[in-house]
Nanobody, 128 residues
Framework: QLRLVESGGGLVQPGGSLRLSCATS????????IGWFRQAPGKEREGLSC????????YYTDSVKGRFTISRDDAKNTVDLQMNSLKPEDTAVYYC?????????????????????RGQGTQVTVSS
């Protein structure tokens, strides 16, 4: 099981950008899929983007495709989520998770409780 810690959240104006980081306790990550999820007030947690650490393949849900980019930074041992063109509806708590069982696409659609390792979240607020 990995220890995951999210950071980088905050308050940003509509149209702005934020970069979230998911710091992991395991080096290397090669056997894991890493995913970013979010939960807005009153809504279910949803998968946004998932990545295979082994081959770099990625998956994005339609709501963030073209705006968000998931990437791995081996120097910092993080998996990052670059978020551009942010909208008020992107306001949520953002979480990362890691697992060795699911495919990249499947991981982004599985229930939060399914994952081997789960972070505590970081708040993102998009407001003017």
């Amino acid at each position: 099981q990995l220890r995951l810690v999210e950071s980088g959240g905050g308050l940003v104006q509509p149209g702005g950008s934020l970069r979230l980081s998911c710091a992991t306790s395991k080096i290397p990550l090669d056997d894991y899929q890493i995913g970013w999820f979010r939960q807005a007030p009153g809504k279910e947690r949803e998968g946004l983007s998932c990545m295979s650490s082994r081959d770099g393949s990625t998956y994005y849900t339609d709501s963030v495709k073209g705006r968000f980019t998931i990437s791995r930074d081996d120097a910092k041992n993080t998996v990052d989520l670059q978020m551009n063109s942010l909208k008020p509806e992107d306001t949520a708590v953002y979480y990362c998770a890691a697992d060795r069982v699911f495919t990249v696409r499947a991981m982004c659609t599985m229930p939060w409780s399914s994952f081997e390792s789960r972070g505590q979240g970081t708040q993102v607020t998009v407001s003017s």
